[in-house]
């Protein structure tokens, strides 16, 4: 007890010290939680099949609503890379089209989905649109990318996702789409938001031409 009451206060700063890092420690747990829950997740994915009959699916993660600007299709070739925003071609086609284009492009609630349309028909567009020959779809080591370009809560950058597969349509249905990452590739950080924003341009540019 003597020694305690000469030590009292050099005891009592240690405790003091000790419950400050026990404060810190639980206020970092606290903030990379609120981090987390905040951070925009959006999933590409196949539905109904893993062929080229598979439906592309879209699913928002996040814990709020995002607002879809752009859904882009990239076919990459040996040669060349060949890029088609799926939304703005559907709304140039035809009035069926266009009823499918207003499903794709505007808020996404927090758990909902939707779907683009089958990748075999993305690469069919593409291939249209681009006016590619029957033999660059039967070159080796090709690779459908699929983009999304999206607007989260009030943040100014717009955030992104993406996702690439390994294309083969001469191969049997379950090896013709094959995904080259166990998981999306999610867009959150400042320097990754300033690739999506490029992404935009580089579209918003293509329409202007």
Known sequence: MEW???NAQAISAIA???TLFVWIFYAQLLYNGYVRQRRPRLIINRGKGIG???ICLISNMSSEAIYVQHLVAVLHTQKRSYLLDVVEYQQ???EQQEASYRTHQGPLASGEYLHIQSFGDIVDQIKEYWQIEDDVLN???LQLEI????IYGSEDMPTGAL???NLDINASPNQQLIPTSVDTDRLNSRRQRKRALEWAKEI???KAR
């Open 4 to 6: 305690l009451n000469d």
């Open 16 to 18: 003091s010290i000790c």
């Open 52 to 54: 080229m009959e598979a």
């Open 92 to 94: 140039s086609g035809n």
């Open 139 to 141: 070159e080796q080591n």
């Open 147 to 150: 983009r999304v370009i999206a």
């Open 163 to 165: 996702r690439r597969f």
């Open 204 to 206: 918003e540019t293509h």
